[in-house]
């Protein structure tokens, strides 16, 4: 089999430092502000790494504007459990402020335990100013080295306070927000590059009777020349006890352009070109392996076979050539087959159109939710090749009733993902998340599912099924052949668990990377080196199904159909296993509702991805046995 053309490569390698350089497309115009124009900070959901249970802004206790009004959010954004929404906080572009007042709250008995919950659990506040997420820069040991932007900022702290034992809860009550901006010369329009903060937990007291947020504060002095002036340490969270919420907003002119102000959220590391080259590496390894199978041990046994001159000379022959007769006979449960690689073709061409757009740069993060939506909707318009691929393999093996296989292509792999997803809601709506997709969402899932992807896979069935059919090279016995005993190594099971391991191998270092990406509340947007990683999986999982389908074969063990779909489909197994391992390494996880969402998502991901590898390896073994049966003369 070839190996990845060097043009190509040389493409995607090119698209790779693109999208790992900030060279993308943005997601949305930018925006020019002017001197006093009003800046409106938005709040999204309260996020955690430690739960992965998202709570809107508003569940907490904090400062409220007059009137809450949610933003337009799109489909991906409602599956993500954002919920954003307008603030209290308000800036005039280009006005610095010292010591705002917000509001003052008394906390509750059940507010007071809400937000020490929330502090056990480590949750962050997230904001945005001009679609820009709220960042706290960390600054690095080394002091050289560029500050490490983490995404909010954290709700609060717990620790013990000077002369007591006993551990304390303390909010981050006041916030002192630093806005970037780059201002065009010519004009004095700016545009906002970059929205940080710096949170502080400190005990305000009013400078005389409570009057509104015009009060003054003995501990914060607008007028002092400083930033702000404190004297009464931090903010305990008690029952029945006031908290003032004050902000500071300082501006800053940047050289930052507005164009590649994302580049800060989206720096990645040299070392992620190691896995690609390790990769590669296995990618030529298996060429190589497959070269010396096509070009020298088949073109020998090939020339050998056809050069026999009677039947009893062939008969005496042994191998994969004695099988012609039994190959391409029709395997057990074949519809099953024909839906999972119908299925996996629409996965396919839905994963490869999705990076492809994000390789262009159509789905900048900008653009919330812009990827899950895509991959929904491509998921649904690839219903007519799912359809036609299933039909055309149904045809293939003698079916007859082409709609009894559409519908099976339509209900088996999404109505599995779709309970699994539906019960994992259930469980967020237990626990009153913002993540729980609300009803009116899920009927537009549904509909989806049934209102457009179902037609579009019957028509896709109707079209596949009236096609001529598909001729097999060879004709098939009435009779089977008798499978003679096979070697323990060329056992089902032990063939499938070697086969699973290196297209897993193939992808591990930047699942790694994925899976510290998702669960970390991090952004991704190498989608460059995604595609890379892809071509090399499908390379990968081809040739690994081809060398154990020839050996299959020299075993004289015609039963290959499902064979070379299981064999690279059980590196979900690994997926799944590798996912196990990760949470109880790098994961904090505690509560048993977040260990159930975590092992939920995962194993929808590894049955894609079992659908996936094993429909790239299936074609693969298609394509090869067809191949060396067609150039072998039989009478």
Request: net charge neutral; charged share 15%.
């Amino acid at each position: 089999m070839a190996t990845t053309h060097p043009a190509l490569l040389f493409l995607v390698v090119l698209a790779c430092t693109g999208a790992a350089s900030g060279f993308y497309l943005p997601g949305v115009a930018p925006a020019d502000f002017r001197k006093n124009d009003l800046l409106a900070v938005k709040v999204n959901q309260l996020s955690s790494i430690r739960t992965q249970l998202p709570y809107s802004y508003y569940s907490l206790p904090f400062c409220r504007p007059d009137t809450i009004i949610n933003s337009a959010e799109n489909l991906g954004q409602v599956l993500r459990g954002d919920r954003i929404e307008n603030s209290p906080y308000v800036f005039e572009m280009m006005e610095p402020k010292l010591c705002q007042i917000t509001c003052k709250i008394v906390l509750t008995e059940q507010g007071a335990n809400d937000i020490k919950e929330k502090i056990e659990d480590e949750y962050r506040v997230n904001m945005i100013l001009d679609n820009l997420p709220l960042v706290d820069p960390i600054t690095m040991i080394d002091r050289d080295a560029p500050p490490y932007y983490q995404q909010g900022v954290n709700l609060g702290v717990k620790g013990l306070y000077v002369g007591s034992k006993d551990v304390m809860y303390f909010i981050y009550n006041h916030y002192s927000f630093l806005v970037k901006y780059n201002k065009e010369a010519q004009t004095d329009l700016a545009r906002i590059v970059a929205f940080e903060v710096k949170p502080y937990s400190r005990k305000h007291k009013p400078d005389g009777d409570w009057k509104g947020n015009a009060t003054r504060l003995k501990t914060c002095n607008p007028h002092s020349g400083l930033l702000v002036v404190y004297s009464d340490g931090p903010q305990q969270i008690e029952a029945n006890k006031e908290i003032i919420f004050t902000y500071d907003v300082n501006f800053e002119e940047s050289d930052i352009k507005w164009a590649s102000r994302w580049d800060t959220y989206l720096r990645t590391t040299d070392g992620h070109w190691f896995p690609i080259v390790n990769s590669l590496t296995m990618v030529l390894f298996l060429s190589v392996m497959v070269a010396m199978i096509m070009l020298r041990t088949l073109y020998r046994d090939i020339s050998k076979y056809n050069q026999l001159e009677s039947q009893e000379e062939a008969q005496e022959e042994s191998g994969w050539k004695l099988l012609h007769g039994d190959v391409f006979r029709p395997p057990v449960n074949a519809d099953l087959l024909c839906v999972y690689v119908g299925t996996g073709v629409q996965f396919f061409g839905t994963l490869l159109v999705t990076l492809l757009i994000a390789i262009l740069g159509l789905l900048s993060p900008s653009n919330r939710g812009g990827f899950m939506t895509a991959m929904l909707l491509l998921w649904v318009f690839m219903g007519p090749f799912a359809g036609y691929s299933s039909a055309r393999f149904y045809k293939m093996f003698g079916g007859v009733e082409w709609k009894k296989v559409a519908i099976r292509t339509v209900l088996v792999f999404p109505g599995v993902v779709f309970l699994i997803f539906f019960a994992l809601n259930m469980l967020l709506w237990g626990v009153k998340s913002s993540g729980a997709v609300p009803f009116t969402t899920m009927l537009a899932l549904v509909f989806l599912w049934f209102g457009i992807s179902m037609p579009l896979i019957f028509i896709g069935s109707y079209l596949g099924f009236k096609k001529p059919y598909i001729e097999d090279p060879v004709r098939t016995n009435k009779i089977p052949r008798p499978i003679p005993q096979q070697p323990w190594y060329m056992n089902p099971a032990v063939s499938m668990l070697i086969g699973g391991i290196l297209p897993f191998g193939a992808v591990f270092m930047e699942l790694l990377f994925i899976l510290t990406i998702i669960w970390m509340h991090q952004f991704y947007y190498i989608f460059g080196f995604l595609f890379l990683v892809f071509m090399i999986l499908i390379v990968t999982c081809a040739e690994i199904t081809i060398v154990l389908c020839y050996f299959q074969l020299c075993s004289e063990d015609y039963q290959w159909w499902w064979r070379s779909y299981l064999t690279p489909g059980s590196s979900a197994l690994y997926l799944f296993l590798y996912a196990t391992f990760y949470f109880f390494t790098k994961m904090q996880i505690t509560k048993a509702a977040s260990g159930v969402l975590y092992f939920g998502y995962m194993l929808i991901a590894s049955y894609a991805f079992f659908v996936l590898t094993g429909t790239i390896g299936f074609y693969a073994c298609f394509w090869f046995t067809r191949l060396i049966y067609s150039s072998v003369k039989i009478d």
